[in-house]
């Protein structure tokens, strides 16, 4: 009997602990996704995945001198602003279509014309926003079929059309002179090492932009940890201690049949039910983020609230006990939603499809 009696209380404390985890999961979960949506919304409003292509294009098409400097960002400053706001690499869009006949390559003079050159042979999965292009994508089939109208204005001769852009010194003579030579002359294996050769250089663009990014997604860690003053400490502590709230997180996540039975438990004399929606009036997920600079409370009648907590919420920024719990939760978030959500899914045994 002392041994069912231990073993018993062996399962009640792994349970606790369970749930523990399963809280703080929630929550860095939550607030994990804030800050993607976060940079979502920041990426859209300006643009920043269609200049950073550009910009890309502008160094690998121009190429990078004393006299023409890196479009690219070079420090956590230029990725927060001088991308963002400074002078922008994109294009003017223009409404007409690309040109259906090939015609004849003009004289240029410089890497930039080139690249205009190529932005109206693949402008036609373009569309405006405020005046520039706005394709953040260029699929290599479409870059090479680009590449291969350009070399029609040459009358097909690639070798024509390599000298052309040797005389104005663009950097793309030296990357299509080797496709070229490793073609042999056919004009099919020619257009399929572009393709090539253009993917991994968005390859190489993709890892660009997520270490560039990365340091959006820290400073936006470090806005959300303080917006909402998550100590995740003190919230570990109240999940301990707080049997109907820890109850009341894990249920959002379990979803079960009994998910509320310690929050019944909790309840004596009567009909659980009263004191169940009493203890649910303000929903755990709203109740988790209690301590932001302004709450929002959910009654079990009327509308929703929102209420201002400006010098509470000071008053918990300004309190050095919280900022190890801070720290424990910006380091949380750095990790990242797609972290955090598949932790929660091997807790909670969701299938991944789901």
Not at 12 to 25: C, E, I, P, Q
Not at 136 to 155: C, G, H, K, W, Y
Not at 258 to 263: K, M, Q, T
Request: with cysteine.
């Amino acid at each position: 009997m002392r041994g069912h009696t231990a073993w018993v209380y062996q399962c009640a404390v792994l349970s606790v602990y369970v749930d523990l985890a399963l809280g703080l999961v929630v929550a860095f979960l939550l607030l994990s996704l804030l800050v993607s949506g976060l940079n979502e919304a920041f990426v859209r409003v300006l643009s920043i995945r269609s200049k950073f292509l550009w910009a890309y294009l502008r160094d690998t098409l121009d190429g990078v001198g004393d006299k023409s400097p890196s479009w690219l960002p070079a420090s956590v400053r230029d990725v927060l602003l001088a991308l963002p706001f400074g002078r922008d690499p994109r294009p003017r869009h223009t409404d007409r279509p690309a040109p259906a006949e090939p015609g004849r390559m003009p004289e240029v003079k410089t890497g930039e014309s080139v690249m205009n050159l190529l932005y109206e042979r693949v402008r036609e999965i373009d569309h405006a926003k405020r005046g520039r292009t706005s394709i953040s994508d260029i699929p290599p089939q479409r870059f090479a079929v680009a590449v291969m109208e350009l070399t029609a204005m040459e009358n097909g001769d690639v070798t024509e059309f390599l000298k052309k852009l040797q005389r104005i010194d663009s950097p793309l003579y030296g990357h299509l002179k080797g496709v070229w030579e490793s073609a042999q002359g056919d004009l099919d294996r020619f257009r399929k090492g572009v393709e090539t050769w253009f993917d991994g250089e968005m390859q190489r663009l993709s890892m660009l932009y997520k270490r560039y990014v990365k340091w959006v997604l820290a400073v936006l860690g470090v806005v959300v940890t303080l917006l909402f003053s998550m100590d995740g400490f003190e919230y570990a502590k109240t999940l301990l201690r707080d049997n109907a709230f820890r109850s009341s997180v894990t249920a959002v996540a379990e979803a079960g049949p009994d998910a509320y039975a310690e929050l019944r438990q909790q309840c004596t004399g009567g009909a659980p039910v009263p004191c169940v929606t009493e203890l649910l009036s303000e929903p755990a997920l709203v109740k988790m983020m209690g301590q932001a600079m302004a709450s929002v409370s959910i009654p079990a009648q009327g509308e929703p609230s929102v209420q201002g907590n400006f010098a509470a919420w000071w008053d918990r920024v300004t309190t050095p006990s919280h900022w190890p719990g801070y720290l424990l939760t910006y380091v949380a978030l750095l990790f990242g939603a797609p972290f955090w959500w598949d932790v929660f899914r091997r807790i909670t045994g969701i299938k991944s499809r789901r």
